[in-house]
DNA sequence: AATATAAAACCGAACAATCGTTCATTTTTC
DNA sequence: GAAAAATGAACGATTGTTCGGTTTTATATT
């Protein structure tokens, strides 16, 4: 049987371009992959150690030379492979003329990016679950207070605003693309995924859009 | 240690009157109880037959006189616990004189009664991730052809309706509460809750009322 | 109201399986 | 040739479930 860590690449990383990996390095990843995999369509708990060292090829004790734990498996996964690092920097460039500009445009952003990889908001789920939001505190600890400067920035400059608190704005507009990523794997799993629609995108940002605007302005 | 069975007394059921209660059905109900409370501390799958079976009082092989396995304790739960049943009725009585009234009506029902026991929404998020959706898509079958002829008559009695589709309707109104139930639990449960305003049900409700109502009307 | 009796409830020990983790050893990589 | 990676067997603990025997409960009869 082929081993799957022989290649060297990466197959969740979309960031990493084809570059030769050491040994070490292109295994852990390899883990990582199949660890997520397995997660998201077993269940955290569900899935065992050797289940993972299955998947990838590896003798069960061979894990242990990467991740000390089942648990640091799961947080490198987080760590290692969450898009935001990667999304983070095209919100903050979002800057627009206006503040709705910047609203709209990072919205788009995120919600298109994290769109492509909805195995994210799944495992988010996964993760409130299994680790009452423990890493994802983390993850908010460390992206929060990048982008409160540019809520900061926008109070400041703009006149348009129905909302001026930036800690707020920020609140809302993380709960504008979290709850509409949660709603739409909602739909996606759901038995009545027929009756709702999608693409709602355009909608869905409009109403938060609404919500913090002066309303002839 | 007093066993806690002998009450004969369910705690989590509020419509259940003080009846007394054959020993096996109190029985059943305080494991359905204590497995609740630590499916929701502990998770699924963390929790034990052996913690539920302390928590009652019970020794281990008792409980499988009431329940056949773990995995029917937790539909034993959704079926016996989950207030529905009480609330159902309140909805479908709900239509009022216009479309508005009774989205309006019914959606306020839903919110604040499920609201009275955020647990449910809490379990609905760790049926989605241990069960993949199993036992909510039961549920939301048997509650869907209930209130669906209720949006039927609402739409052919009414004329100030943007949106027409019964189905389309309801599943806006499932939406609508859904949504509003699990964001209140994500602020509830988050790192970020100071930053949220809470009681934004009025609000909310009154975003998606816009959604389905003609503009002028 | 006391008794008889079958059923339901419960106990306690045991089962087989699986879990995450460790470690001395060998192999591969750099 | 030193360091990193992988092996494979073993560990102790815990898991969900089963089962024969005992006790308690509910009901019908006296």
Redesign the pocket.
Known sequence: MPSA??SGYSTNDIHMPNIKL????A?RHAIEDAAMNLFLTQGYAA?????I?DEV??????????F????EIFEGIIVDKHPYKQILPAVLAAEGETAEDFYKNAAHIVISEMGKRPEFVNLMFIEMVEFKGKHGAALLKEIAPKILPVFERVVKARKNLRVTNPALLMRSFIGLVVSYLMTEMIISNSIVSKLMPKNTEDAYIDIFLHGILKASE
Chains 1, 2 share one sequence.
Do not use: C, F, P, V
Not at 47 to 51: C, F, N
């Open positions: 860590i022989a050491k040994k070490g390095e295994t899935t065992s150690m050797r289940q060292a090829g590896l003798a069960l004790g061979g894990i242990y030379n990467h000390s734990s089942k648990d």
